[in-house]
């Protein structure tokens, strides 16, 4: 049904179950505040008294919430109601307090530093385990070597291989409106400048030092760098820590499903992942690209002792040349297209392998676009000894540590209970809306077992989910048998059980959607239709996948009928019919507006919000959480996401990085800037999307070039058009000159 077969919302009726529900929080939140404010006055006295108490790296941090965000002044947030005529498609936002100037912290301003308040200095940060302690060698088998980074010393001995921060966060820095970065597990109290966190990898960038930073680490000429010899190096001085044979396939008479850090009488192996850059031939490799891809490398793979291993993954996008079957072009076409220092963690691949290994898979849709993950399968089955696959994106940027920012979404990931999974998994976890997130929990539990029988009830998901008609296979992972219901299950089942897939956005049912990609699913029986198989979508598919998740897409491609779904719904929905463990890790989406809690619940929870207005009153699709009718993924209603840090269609993001590489964004940042109010910087925060994003100096300098050819292209067209004019005259000088009697 079109959106515009759709009943609209247009009288204050349809708002007063939302309403009397909100008004039934309303004291329930007051007690929270006076509680949070208590709790914060402590804090802060604990702070006083407690500034230099030893962290596990940089000195302790104990942030104290700025509820009224001193200077700024907002409506109350149970004031805020949807507006009467409510149109999806309208951004509400457009109407809150824009916050730009709240996201100009500065190294010399940051507050809560180790050193009281004032003068912070750079300290290296290292979030590594602590590789030697008792502990950590009880627990895991094996021995950790320090590898050797691209400087030629070992990591642990080389202060110019390191990343510095500085503890502290910068002055009334905002809270996201989406998600909690600090809920998760991820460090939240130091901030990162260009110098310190990039310095290490070939850093051009130019400008200001902040105060008391470290010294600018020596020169590396990177043509001479093999990256891939480093990290086979430096798995092979840490082998006796992991298991490194070949996992085997689902459908191998040997498959088990044994998490990767099976116990063995000398400790556990760790586990390995693998690392996915994700390019094509005649890819840019800007400064700034360079730079990321070498501290995901350093930071994950030789800082970790091979727990982490990088490769590129470039397509060829001639299928004519014969990539398979000469070495000689094989290697010609990395050489052309790929920097020295990654060569040999190249692998080619092009569309045209598809048709021999993915028959089944219709040819209109073997393009990267909509089978994203064939050429990760690909990988997987050549490289099958990694027990989980990251897809690194490559207009990612994470401002923090790469290890601790993988290894927290691990922890966390690994910690979650199967009860009530795909029902979180579906939605934006909103702070100050849902609580802290065992209310969260709390909060999705009552929607599904615990509310009065009069209200609309939902089905919670227990185990495999598979299309209808389609059997439970040896594959799946079937519910425990004391717990055959949620019921039954006290949040234990899935706990310390490693995630099959992990998204940084959530799961949403695409059949209820506007999404524009929600019909992209083949070879399912023809019975399903309109439906379609249950499936699930997340946008942005920086995804971790497991070897399993991996192995069971690429049955799904080559065993009849040859199942198959578009990119962004294809791991996602094999997880969910098979019962695999996927989690939504709800990192801090931050907002360049202020946004009351209940509008951000309302706009991009919208699926709950419009189930409680319309249910039974139209044939609409009922959504849930982030899906639904009216939900933020559809095309005309993703505008919501603009203002964001981490979306496909966002302008936020890149205006972050751009001032932390020392630009001028619209008077915040840059030399000028950086002058009075000292070096712009930023803690951990995911960024997407960041594209073709050049070092300021780089950028003046080719803006300058360019100006420079304009200018002799000018210079010879009129020197051009000169001559021409000049022998013109000339030819008719001589014809006049002919004709004189």
């Known amino acids: 049904m079109h959106l515009s077969d759709v009943d609209e919302i247009s009288t204050m009726k349809d708002y007063m179950s939302l309403h009397l529900r909100d008004r039934l929080r309303s004291w329930t939140y007051t007690k929270k505040r006076i509680l949070t404010i208590f709790t914060a006055f402590t804090l802060f006295t604990i702070v006083l008294f407690a500034r230099n108490a030893p962290r596990k790296l940089l000195s302790v941090h104990i942030e104290v919430e700025d509820l009224g965000r001193p200077g700024v002044k907002f409506a109350a947030e149970d004031e805020w109601q949807p507006p009467p005529d409510w149109d999806p498609v309208y951004p509400v936002w457009t109407n809150f307090t824009r916050l730009e100037h709240e996201f100009s912290g500065s190294v010399e301003k940051l507050i809560s530093t180790s050193d009281g308040f004032k003068n912070p200095k750079a300290q290296q940060y290292a979030p590594y385990p602590l590789y030697e302690s008792d502990g950590y060698r009880r627990r895991f088998r094996g021995s950790y070597v320090p590898c050797i980074g691209p400087r030629g010393k070992r990591l642990n001995e080389s202060a110019d291989d390191a990343v510095y921060g500085y503890n502290g966060v910068p002055k009334k820095f905002p809270d996201a409106p989406l998600g909690s970065s600090k809920v998760i597990g991820l460090?939240?109290?130091?901030?990162?400048?260009?110098?310190?966190?990039?310095?290490?990898?070939?850093?051009?960038?130019?400008?200001?030092?902040?105060?008391?930073?470290?010294?600018?680490?020596?020169?590396?000429?990177?043509?001479?760098?093999?990256?891939?010899?480093?990290?086979?190096?430096?798995?092979?001085?840490?082998?006796?820590?992991?298991?490194?044979?070949?996992?085997?396939?689902?459908?191998?008479?040997?498959?088990?499903?044994?998490?990767p850090d099976s116990y063995r009488q000398d400790g556990i192996a760790k586990s390995r992942s693998a690392v996915v850059f994700r390019v094509y031939d005649g890819f840019k490799y800007t400064s700034d690209m360079l730079r990321v891809m070498r501290s995901v490398i350093t930071e994950?793979?030789?800082?970790?002792?091979?727990?982490?291993?990088?490769?590129?993954?470039?397509?060829?996008?001639?299928?004519?040349?014969?990539i398979f079957d000469n070495q000689t072009i094989y290697d010609q076409v990395v050489q052309e297209s790929v920097p020295r220092e990654f060569w040999n963690m190249t692998v080619l691949w092009n569309t045209a392998l598809w048709g021999q290994l993915y028959p089944k898979i219709p040819e209109s849709v073997r393009d990267v676009h909509a089978s994203q993950w064939l050429p990760v399968q690909y990988l997987a089955q050549r490289h099958p000894n990694f027990d989980h696959y990251w897809n690194w994106e490559m207009d990612v940027r994470y401002t923090g540590h790469h290890y601790e920012l993988l290894e927290t979404l691990d922890t966390w990931t690994k910690a979650q209970p199967r009860k009530g999974l795909w029902e979180r998994n579906a939605r934006f976890y909103v702070p100050k809306f849902h609580g802290g997130y065992s209310e969260f929990m709390d909060f999705i539990q009552a929607r599904y077992q615990d509310g009065p029988p009069e209200q609309l009830k939902d089905v919670s998901i227990w185990g495999p989910n598979p299309p209808a008609g389609q059997p439970i296979t040896p594959?799946?992972?079937?519910?425990?048998?004391?717990?055959?219901?949620?019921?039954?299950?006290?949040?234990?089942?899935?706990?310390?059980?490693?995630?099959?897939?992990?998204?940084?956005?959530?799961?949403?049912?695409?059949?209820?959607?506007?999404?524009?990609?929600?019909?992209?699913?083949?070879?399912?029986?023809?019975?399903?239709?309109?439906?379609?198989?249950?499936?699930?979508?997340?946008?942005?598919t920086f995804y971790r996948i497991s070897n399993r998740l991996l192995s069971t897409m690429h049955l799904e491609n080559t065993h009849d009928p040859g199942h198959h779904m578009s990119s962004e719904q294809w791991p996602q929905s094999v997880a969910l019919h098979h019962g695999f463990k996927a989690v939504y890790a709800p990192h801090s989406v931050y907002m360049d507006r202020y946004w009351p809690a209940k509008a951000a619940n309302f706009i991009f929870n919208n699926g709950d919000a419009q189930r409680v207005i319309r249910a039974f009153k139209d044939m609409a699709p009922l959504g849930e959480g982030s899906g639904g009718w009216e939900s933020v993924f559809g095309m005309d209603r993703e505008h919501s996401f603009e203002i964001s840090t981490w979306y496909y269609r966002t302008f936020f993001a890149t205006r972050l990085y751009k001032r932390l590489l020392g630009y001028d964004v619209d008077g915040i940042g840059g030399e000028t800037w950086e002058k009075e109010h000292g070096t712009f910087c930023l803690p951990p925060m995911m960024l997407h999307q960041i594209k073709d994003v050049e070092d300021p100096s780089t950028e003046t300098a080719q803006i300058a070039a360019e100006a420079e050819a304009e200018a002799n292209e000018e210079a010879f067209q009129q020197e051009k058009a000169e001559s021409e004019n000049k022998a013109l005259l000339t030819a008719h000088t001589a014809e006049d000159n002919m004709v004189q009697p």
């Open 187 to 259: 460090d939240q109290s130091v901030c990162f400048e260009r110098h310190g966190r990039y310095g290490a990898y070939g850093s051009s960038l130019s400008g200001h030092h902040p105060v008391r930073a470290v010294s600018s680490p020596s020169n590396v000429d990177w043509e001479q760098v093999d990256w891939a010899s480093l990290q086979s190096k430096c798995v092979e001085e840490n082998a006796d820590r992991f298991n490194m044979w070949p996992r085997p396939m689902p459908g191998d008479p040997n498959f088990e499903k044994v998490a």
């Open 300 to 322: 994950l793979s030789l800082g970790s002792g091979g727990e982490y291993e990088a490769f590129l993954l470039v397509q060829v996008k001639d299928v004519t040349l014969p």
């Open 475 to 540: 594959l799946d992972d079937l519910p425990p048998l004391e717990a055959p219901t949620p019921a039954h299950d006290n949040f234990t089942w899935g706990v310390g059980e490693e995630a099959d897939l992990i998204t940084l956005l959530p799961m949403f049912n695409s059949d209820t959607t506007h999404y524009v990609l929600r019909g992209g699913y083949f070879n399912y029986p023809v019975g399903l239709l309109p439906a379609g198989p249950p499936r699930r979508a997340t946008i942005i």
